[in-house]
């Protein structure tokens, strides 16, 4: 371990532990309110100092709900919402329940007027999917507890664009318990009549989030990024107070280490994780763009650290900084992994961008009895999103553990001469990518000049990093980080630079991923046509981020 790691102090990440974990912080509360001001007295009393941007942000916080199966041998069950449902007053809403199962959408059945029942835990994504399909309500029935949740698409506050995937019809989340009877009801075909009632207070609100600024010892005007959310459901003591407390044990080191580093760190605290969608990440994004286009080396996310039997690291990043995340974790960490793709959580707003991002996320292994009921592969905690996510689900001394490993790597980071990038990774994730849409197209579309482009990127990176080394630190950064800005957004993203992707389950090359859909339609439908129109242009999206990074590597 660097020396750095060996100074983690174990009692004082407990005691910010515990202080936050005095307040519900949902965004915009004065729960979180007093979680910023004490970061902010903290982090001031060690000479660090700290920005606390105010602006404006759509808001959900989450009110009472209930379901009630109506009848002779009707019940009313308390039940919980998501927030950004729609609001339905004492009246509620009735209809016929129709029982789907485990299904993401509608499928060949008519939910049209009726309210859905469906089994597991709702996502944005398939409620947008039900409610498109004419469900006037969606009860949810989890496979364990019940879990807390946003079920808004959009990602960050809503624009013109947006505001129209914003829900309309209300929803609520029932325990297995709860709601077992209601599905042997169902599955029994015994027609049910349901009104579900939910609140939630969903508008603009002032929101503080903190920004702390460490300077390095010697001028230099790049930085690293660091960041988690400050908001919580209830108390979240691992998700996400062990994420924030982390954060301010960080800064406390690199501090400490400030005289040692090559770039600056930037640690934020975001706001608006669940109650705004990733609002306050997206913020950050928009009205910081270009400093963080121009001087950001890379962007660590730490989120649900220290819980008990959280003893392996699932680290996701993208292409450009996976293969040092993959030697970190081997390194410090003392395992053997992979990095995945970047996934679409975890305040990800910086991929359009350009910065590479990465996380380590510790979760529970296979077998664990804390994990989840309802996505047990996910390796988190069935206390997820729920009251029960309390200061007795953590573990000191894991918590102390994950964040060695996330000391010594942002030490590394932050004091690296030239920045952990290397573009042959990423052209080897094109080249894959496309050889993979090129298996799917079956020869029915045509992907060869990307390919082209993606072999000549993948050329000039090779005698890029041959050169590296007799490249000054600034001059190697540039292009390194000029090479991330081209390729990131068009690698995991649709939009681009100045926009941001619906919360939907990351991909690469995602403006390509129609292609399968765009066969299955056919060439002569009309959906299929307006797919291949969308896909030639993303096809010259790709071809021509390819070149521009190629010219790049080879300094033309």
């Not at 009735?94 to 509608?106: K, M, N, Q, R, S």
């Not at 900084?321 to 030697?327: G, H, L, R």
């Amino acid at each position: 371990m660097p020396p750095i790691a060996t100074e983690v102090n174990a009692d004082l990440l407990w005691k910010h532990m515990e202080a936050l974990c005095q307040w519900e912080r949902y965004t915009g509360t004065p729960g979180e309110d007093a979680a910023v001001a004490y970061i902010e007295r903290e982090m001031s009393a060690l000479g660090i100092p700290v920005t606390v941007h105010e602006f404006d942000a759509y808001i959900s916080i989450p009110g009472p709900a209930s379901l009630e199966i109506l009848g002779e041998d009707g019940q009313r069950i308390p039940a919980i919402t998501a927030v950004f449902g729609a609001s339905t007053g004492e009246t509620g809403v009735t209809g016929d329940a129709v029982h789907v199962g485990e299904a993401e959408g509608p499928g060949e059945g008519s939910i049209a007027g009726r309210i859905v029942v469906a089994e597991r835990m709702m996502s944005p994504s398939r409620f947008f999917s039900f409610e498109r399909a004419g469900a006037i309500a969606q009860v949810y029935v989890n496979l364990g507890v019940a879990h807390e949740g946003p079920i808004s698409t959009i990602w960050g506050s809503p624009t013109p664009e947006t505001a129209g995937r914003l829900p309309v019809t209300p929803l609520v989340t029932l325990s297995r318990e709860q709601g077992q009877g209601l599905i042997g009801r169902l599955k029994a075909k015994r027609e049910t009549k349901l009104r579900v009632r939910a609140q939630a207070d969903t508008r603009w609100r002032r929101t503080r989030m903190p920004v702390a600024d460490i300077a390095p010892g010697k001028k230099s005007e790049e930085f690293a990024l660091l960041g988690g959310h400050l908001d919580s459901w209830q108390i979240g003591a691992n998700d996400n107070a062990a994420g924030d407390t982390t954060l301010m044990e960080l800064a406390r080191l690199i501090h400490r280490h400030r005289r040692e580093l090559k770039r600056g760190l930037r640690v934020i605290w975001f706001n608006g994780h669940s109650h705004g969608r990733f609002s306050g990440s997206t913020w950050y994004a928009d009205h910081m763009f270009e400093e963080l286009r121009e001087r950001c080396v890379g962007y660590l996310n730490i989120d649900q650290p220290g819980c008990r039997q959280a003893t392996i690291y699932r680290p996701f990043s993208t292409a450009d900084i996976s293969a040092w995340v993959q030697d970190v974790v081997k390194r410090l960490g003392g395992q053997r992994t992979s990095p995945t793709p970047p996934r679409r959580m975890a305040d990800q707003s910086f991929w359009g961008v350009g910065v590479p991002s990465f996380s380590f996320l510790p979760v529970l292994p296979e077998g664990s009895p804390d994990l989840q009921k309802d996505h047990p592969e996910s390796g988190f905690p069935e206390y997820w999103h729920n009251p029960a996510d309390t200061l007795d689900k953590m573990d000191k001394r894991l918590l102390a553990e994950h964040c060695r490993l996330y000391a010594g790597a942002l030490h590394e980071l932050c004091a690296r001469e030239v920045a952990p990038l290397d573009p042959r990774t990423a052209a080897g994730v094109a080249e894959a990518e496309l050889a993979a849409l090129k298996k799917t197209a079956a020869g029915a579309f045509d992907l060869k000049p990307a390919e082209a482009a993606a072999k000549e990127f993948r050329g000039a990176a090779q005698g890029l990093m041959k050169r590296l080394g007799r490249m000054k630190g600034p001059e190697a950064n540039r292009t390194l980080l000029r090479i991330s800005h081209v390729l990131n957004p068009v690698l995991y993203t649709e939009t681009g630079p100045f926009d941001q992707d619906p919360a939907s389950p990351a991909a690469r090359f995602p403006g390509l991923q129609r292609l399968g859909r765009c066969l299955a339609a056919g060439a002569a439908s009309q959906e299929g046509r307006l797919l291949y129109t969308r896909l030639v242009r993303e096809r010259n999206r790709v071809c021509e981020a390819l070149r521009r990074a190629a010219d790049i590597a080879s300094g033309r």
